[in-house]
Nanobody, 124 residues
Framework: QVQLVESGGGSVRAGGSLRVSCAAS????????MAWFRQAPGKEREFLAG????????RYEDSVKGRFTISRDNAKNTVYLQMDNLEPDDTAVYLC?????????????????WGQGTQVTVSS
């Protein structure tokens, strides 16, 4: 079992940057592939970026490629999402999800553990 807690959301103007964090606790947290998703009001939850459980592979959704960077620090049991050049359409609740021994890409139904989410608001 692993517990996930996101932090670092907030409000920023378009073109700005934010870094959100997902801290994992519980046994074998380093054995989980981790991914960031987001969900805006009235929209489906969408995959943004993922990192394999070994940390050697990453995957990005096309709309954030080149703007968002995922990384993991297994010593701190934390996964980060650095978000640059933010746009108003990036406004959403950002959530991290985990799949044990998973690949860097997985969809919502495959997620074994979710965090509670953190709000990101980008104003124009």
């Amino acid at each position: 079992q692993v517990q996930l807690v996101e932090s670092g959301g907030g409000s920023v103007r378009a073109g700005g940057s934010l870094r959100v964090s997902c801290a994992a606790s519980g046994s074998d947290s380093s054995s989980y592939a981790m991914a960031w998703f987001r969900q805006a009001p009235g929209k489906e939850r969408e995959f943004l970026a993922g990192v394999s459980w070994g940390g050697t592979s990453t995957r990005y959704e096309d709309s954030v490629k080149g703007r968002f960077t995922i990384s993991r620090d297994n010593a701190k049991n934390t996964v980060y999402l650095q978000m640059d050049n933010l746009e108003p359409d990036d406004t959403a609740v950002y959530l991290c999800g985990a799949v044990k021994y998973g690949p860097p890409y997985f969809e919502s139904p495959s997620v074994e553990h979710w965090g509670q989410g953190t709000q990101v608001t980008v104003s124009s």
